[in-house]
């Protein structure tokens, strides 16, 4: 019995060896994840509020193009921005806490690309509430510092000055999302 139990324990030890050789042998990349190409931010009114609203960001050539389509806004300029947190849960939206800004810039217009990542400008909304807005941020990205993966996008109640530090002066938070992967 004593026998035995020497040879199963060799035999358990010179087949944990060969597949730890086997194992050793093999390449082990971390980029066998899929590239994120595409991502998706659906938008929700803040409490009184009835702003609601599709974003969806795309890596073209010359970064990242983001497609804004909100309804059920008051008509004229209305700020928006990303920002850090990706976290909607608070009634004022005050969770997603202040604009992605991992250089550390001044806020800005973003044209001038002497601003932070995550600011945006102002969506114009006409008559109808509805606003359309498309253009392409070489600020962005899907991997990084500049991630914008799990951040939120926030509409604000007023038009963004794009001077006022750090924010744009451009009020209350109407409407929040989180930034999600899409295919």
């Known amino acids: 019995m ?6 199963l324990l060799l035999l358990v030890i010179i087949i ?3 597949s730890f050789r086997i194992y050793k042998g093999r390449k082990h990349t971390h980029s066998s994840a899929p590239k994120i190409t595409k991502a998706v931010c659906i938008m929700y009114p803040t409490k009184d509020n009835t ?4 974003i969806t960001f795309t890596v073209v050539e010359g970064g990242i193009k983001v497609v ?3 309804q059920n806004l008051s008509a004229g300029k209305h700020g928006m921005h990303i920002h850090e947190c990706g976290d909607c849960t608070a009634t004022d939206a005050s969770s997603a806490q202040g604009h992605f800004n991992p250089a550390g810039a001044k806020h800005g217009a973003p044209e001038t690309m ?8 102002n ?4 008559a ?5 807005l498309e253009f392409t941020s070489k600020m962005i990205s899907f991997e990084g510092e500049t991630s914008v993966i799990g951040r939120s996008v926030i509409v604000h109640k007023s038009e963004d000055d794009l001077t006022t530090q750090p924010s744009g002066n451009s009020g ?3 409407a929040c999302g989180v930034i999600g992967i899409s295919k």
């Open 2 to 7: 004593k026998k035995l139990g020497i040879i």
């Open 16 to 18: 944990s060896a060969s």
């Open 51 to 54: 702003a609601t609203g599709l």
């Open 68 to 70: 804004v389509d909100m």
């Open 114 to 121: 002497s601003c932070h990542e995550g600011d945006f400008g």
């Open 123 to 126: 969506l114009v909304a006409g």
């Open 128 to 132: 109808d509430g509805k606003a359309h």
């Open 172 to 174: 209350a938070r109407i």
